[in-house]
């Protein structure tokens, strides 16, 4: 495989082949986010991608899943991606699953009718970073995005019938922003309804802006006790919530996972048992982005 940098992907694609088709991020500004820094972003060749297919054709016949890297490999141009899909299913037919990462403008960019045409070409799942509802933190991390153009691409996913899963942050954002901050992503899952939500805990990398400023000393991580009271305001107020809900990420403190709305009583009852100290936490040195 002609994998270039560091592959990252969900915990979910675990067991996927991974088959690079860009590399980077598009927009590669978010505050937080260190893994593409250092790679310039590109839509890799069909020839290249080509040999990779052949390769997974040859070796990787036990795995049913194919997930497509960088960053927001949804932001390929559409007939690269058509090709691209119509190469898996013609040389890969035991694949019966194909997920990538989006960005909003990604999806926006695609609209309804090619999303669909995607998903009649077997693309099944999208993963889409969020991390917050409040227009303020997303202007902070530098996001690209308001809630409404978020809500905007959720829609379009939802109309073309693609299942989709947003990742939220939490400890993101100053403190005196932390409650709007987990008011507004609650509102914004109501609005946006996507199949999962993955909740992660921010991790400082040195190699980013908001790094920087935890290592001066500008920005104070968050404790684990005020991580769990951001965790259980956002479900708290995903009252009317139909989806399923995780924050059993590496970076979290308490393993959580349910559907929404019949277990979020018990997952509030496991935060509030956590707060106070009668369930144990992921101890600080096994917490890993
Ligand atoms: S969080 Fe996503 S959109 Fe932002 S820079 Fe990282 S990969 Fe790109």
């Given at each position: 495989m002609?994998?270039?940098?560091?592959?990252?992907?969900?915990?979910?694609?675990?067991?996927?082949?991974?088959?690079?088709?860009?590399?980077?991020?598009?927009?590669?500004?978010?505050?937080?986010?260190?893994?593409?820094?250092?790679?310039?972003?590109?839509?890799?060749?069909?020839?290249?991608?080509?040999?990779?297919?052949?390769?997974?054709?040859?070796?990787?016949?036990?795995?049913?899943?194919?997930?497509?890297?960088?960053?927001?490999?949804?932001?390929?141009?559409?007939?690269?991606?058509?090709?691209?899909?119509?190469?898996?299913?013609?040389?890969?037919p035991?694949?019966?699953?194909?997920?990538?990462?989006?960005?909003?403008?990604?999806?926006?960019?695609?609209?309804?009718?090619?999303?669909?045409?995607?998903?009649?070409?077997g693309?099944?799942?999208?993963?889409?970073?969020?991390?917050?509802?409040?227009?303020?933190?997303?202007?902070?991390?530098?996001?690209?995005?308001?809630?409404?153009s978020?809500?905007?691409?959720?829609?379009m996913?939802?109309?073309?019938?693609?299942?989709?899963?947003?990742?939220?942050?939490?400890?993101?954002?100053?403190?005196?922003?932390?409650?709007?901050?987990?008011?507004?992503?609650?509102?914004?899952?109501?609005?946006?309804?996507?199949?999962?939500?993955?909740?992660?805990?921010?991790?400082?990398?040195?190699?980013?802006?908001?790094?920087?400023?935890?290592?001066?000393?500008?920005?104070?991580?968050y404790?684990?006790?005020?991580?769990?009271?951001?965790?259980?305001?956002?479900?708290?107020?995903?009252?009317?919530?139909?989806?399923?809900?995780?924050?059993?990420?590496?970076?979290?403190?308490?393993?959580?996972?349910?559907?929404?709305?019949?277990?979020?009583?018990?997952?509030?009852?496991?935060?509030?048992?956590?707060?106070?100290?009668?369930?144990?936490?992921?101890?600080?040195?096994?917490?890993?982005?």
């Amino acid at each position: 495989m002609h994998y270039e940098g560091d592959i990252i992907r969900p915990p979910s694609e675990a067991d996927a082949i991974i088959l690079q088709i860009t590399t980077g991020c598009s927009h590669n500004r978010c505050t937080f986010c260190g893994v593409y820094r250092k790679k310039k972003f590109s839509i890799k060749d069909l020839q290249i991608i080509d040999e990779d297919i052949a390769f997974a054709k040859a070796y990787c016949k036990r795995q049913s899943k194919v997930f497509l890297a960088d960053g927001d490999a949804l932001i390929t141009p559409q007939p690269h991606l058509v090709a691209i899909l119509t190469k898996i299913k013609d040389h890969l037919p035991w694949v019966n699953k194909v997920a990538l990462y989006a960005n909003g403008k990604s999806v926006r960019k695609k609209g309804v009718e090619e999303l669909k045409q995607l998903k009649e070409l077997g693309l099944t799942r999208i993963y889409l970073g969020v991390e917050s509802g409040d227009p303020e933190v997303l202007q902070e991390i530098d996001k690209g995005e308001t809630p409404e153009s978020l809500v905007e691409a959720g829609q379009m996913l939802k109309d073309a019938g693609i299942f989709y899963s947003v990742t939220i942050l939490l400890g993101i954002t100053d403190r005196l922003k932390s409650k709007q901050h987990c008011i507004n992503t609650a509102k914004l899952m109501q609005k946006m309804k996507p199949n999962q939500v993955a909740a992660l805990t921010y991790m400082p990398l040195e190699n980013t802006p908001l790094g920087q400023r935890v290592k001066s000393g500008d920005f104070k991580l968050y404790t684990a006790e005020e991580i769990l009271i951001e965790l259980r305001t956002i479900l708290f107020e995903m009252k009317e919530c139909k989806t399923q809900f995780y924050a059993n990420h590496a970076s979290n403190y308490l393993p959580l996972a349910g559907r929404l709305p019949n277990k979020r009583d018990t997952l509030i009852t496991l935060i509030d048992s956590a707060l106070s100290g009668t369930q144990s936490l992921i101890p600080e040195h096994l917490r890993a982005l």
